[in-house]
């Protein structure tokens, strides 16, 4: 089993990442000194392949063990569901000691996250991620929170789980495009990790896809490491331009896309053709220089992913970044090298409408 500590303090916790590690789950809690009071927050696909075996673990030390099974999907991610989800942990009488286990993908992991920072101000929460994205990235970090009014993630809080615990083995069960979706959010850590990581992850693309399980493992090793530093010096995104802020890359026109497409494309899938315009802006804006464009280029152009999006209108997609997040402008984070990056809001309107004309129109390498 490998670890990485996320290192805040006294909010310090461990990512133990491993094959099979589920098994060890009630022991973990124990040393971690939690509470018998469990409320385990999944969702049905995630409930159908691994609920029944995992809360059989959790009760082999005596927990009394609740259980909230949500539908599956990014629109759970929402202030309706929060609502429902806050309604029956009030029903079930938890005491302030109680602690919630999100166990399931970004999308519960943020839910049940944000439930546990505004149940009595703030209860403990634990991340048992079952998904490739959110083994590598979303269960790390504390950022948990909902969608609301057509914005991603505009309301939550920063809320640090007492630890994570990453089995692989649940990756198993996953299908096809949520690997896709891992490898989408993964990609990012190749740009922003520098040389020796891109060399890792672009050499190990197929086997990842193939979910070698011993390469996956340490891929998800790697991308913690990474965002366990940004984490460390920036656990509540307050830096401009450093810190975690990096981690957006991709984001802006990801989460557009995203939202416009009415979460028909998942949350992996939108970072990954953010990813690919973003790197374009940058390109255009004379920030990314041709050699490195070229590797991040076939880097990015390696997973096979064209989906039609004819159904989403151009003029849509600029609005929405015209519009900024929450009144604000909209923030790029734009690739300058293999392992460094620009941050600016002064990305002319006219040049992503250029490119995504370009994009949506050509047969060769083309968005959708
Ligand atoms: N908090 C953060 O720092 C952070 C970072 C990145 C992304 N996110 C968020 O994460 C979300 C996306 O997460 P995701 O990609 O994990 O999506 P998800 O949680 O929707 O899971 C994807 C799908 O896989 C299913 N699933 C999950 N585990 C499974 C398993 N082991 N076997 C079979 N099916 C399984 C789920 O039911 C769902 O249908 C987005 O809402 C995004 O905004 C958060």
Redesign the pocket.
């Known amino acids: 089993m490998k670890q990485v500590i996320i290192e805040l303090g006294e909010k310090s916790y461990p990512v133990y990442i491993g094959k099979g590690i589920h098994s060890k789950i009630a022991d973990v809690l124990k040393e971690h000194r939690i509470s018998n009071q469990i409320v385990i927050i999944t ?4 409930a159908k ?2 609920l029944s075996k995992f809360k059989k673990q959790l009760k082999t030390v005596g927990n009394v063990v609740n259980t909230i099974v949500i539908p ?3 629109k759970q ?1 929402s202030w309706q569901r929060l609502q429902a989800v806050l309604a029956e942990i009030v029903r079930l009488k938890l005491s302030r000691n109680a602690v919630i286990v999100a166990l ?7 839910l049940a ?1 944000f439930a546990a920072a505004t149940f009595r101000r703030g209860i403990a929460f634990v991340q048992v ?3 490739l ?2 083994q590598l ?2 269960s ?2 504390g ?2 929170g909902v969608n609301f009014l057509e914005n ?2 505009i309301i939550g809080a920063f809320h640090q789980p007492k630890f994570v615990l990453s089995d692989v083995e ?2 198993k ?3 096809k495009r ?1 690997i896709i ?2 490898i989408g ?1 993964m990609l990012k850590y190749g740009i922003l990790g520098g040389e020796d990581t891109f060399k890792f992850l672009n050499s190990n693309l197929n086997e990842i896809n193939k979910l070698n399980l011993e390469v996956v493992e340490e891929t998800i090793f790697h991308c913690v490491n990474i965002k366990a530093k940004m984490v460390s010096e920036d656990e509540k995104e307050l830096f401009k331009t450093g810190g975690r802020v990096p981690l957006n890359i991709g984001h802006a026109v990801g989460h557009a896309l995203e939202a416009l497409s009415n979460y028909r494309l ?3 899938e939108a970072v990954l053709l953010g990813l690919r315009v973003e790197t374009d802006i940058a390109n255009e804006m004379g920030i990314l220089k041709e050699k490195d464009y070229g590797l991040i280029t076939d880097y990015l152009y390696r997973i096979k992913f064209q989906p039609d999006l004819s159904y989403i209108k151009l003029k849509n997609i600029i609005d929405y970044l015209a519009a900024g997040k929450g009144g604000a402008k909209t923030r790029f984070v734009l690739p300058k090298k293999i392992g460094s990056v620009e941050v600016t809001s002064e990305v002319s309107l006219s040049i992503i409408q250029r490119l995504l004309r370009k994009k949506f129109s050509s047969n060769n390498r083309q968005i959708p």
């Open positions: 969702d049905r696909n995630v392949h691994h599956a999907g990014e991610k399931g993908g970004g999308v519960v992991g943020d996250g991620p079952t998904t994205l959110s990235d979303s790390v970090g950022k948990v991603k993630n649940f990756l069960t996953l299908p949520e979706c891992g959010e998942h949350h992996g």
